[in-house]
Nanobody
Framework: QVQLVESGGGLVQAGGSLRLSCTAS????????MGWYRQAPGKQRRLVAT?????GTNYANSLKGRFTISRDKNRVYLQMNSLKPEDTAVYYC??????????????WGQGTQVTVSS
């Protein structure tokens, strides 16, 4: 069963914008923190931004001012502006939540490719 479904990736020119979306399935009955991570070719997966259930946000320092994370019920969004070629990566949605057995779990999306051309 797919718990997280991502959308919104694609190819964009430098300076452009993209908005990523991630929808958590109803099987995740309680959602705590939601976030986005990214992995560039040959590099480790790194934090982009997270947002708590109370709306508190945390960003990678290098992305502050260009990226904005938001959430609405079971969805999390990432608005990416002024994109640069170095933003090219696979972006992964992450949700910390609980299914019906109430055991906390860490969920990951399948990843969506973002490619920024120069």
């Amino acid at each position: 069963q797919v718990q997280l479904v991502e959308s919104g990736g694609g190819l964009v020119q430098a300076g452009g914008s993209l908005r990523l979306s991630c929808t958590a399935s109803e099987s995740i009955v309680s959602i705590n923190r939601m976030g986005w991570y990214r992995q560039a070719p040959g590099k480790q997966r790194r934090l982009v931004a997270t947002i708590s259930s109370g709306g508190g946000t945390n960003y990678a320092n290098s992305l502050k001012g260009r990226f904005t994370i938001s959430r609405d019920k079971n969805r999390v969004y990432l608005q990416m502006n002024s994109l640069k070629p170095e933003d090219t990566a696979v972006y992964y949605c992450n949700v910390q939540g609980r299914p019906s057995d109430w055991i906390p779990r860490d969920y990951w999306g399948q990843g969506t490719q973002v490619t920024v051309s120069s």
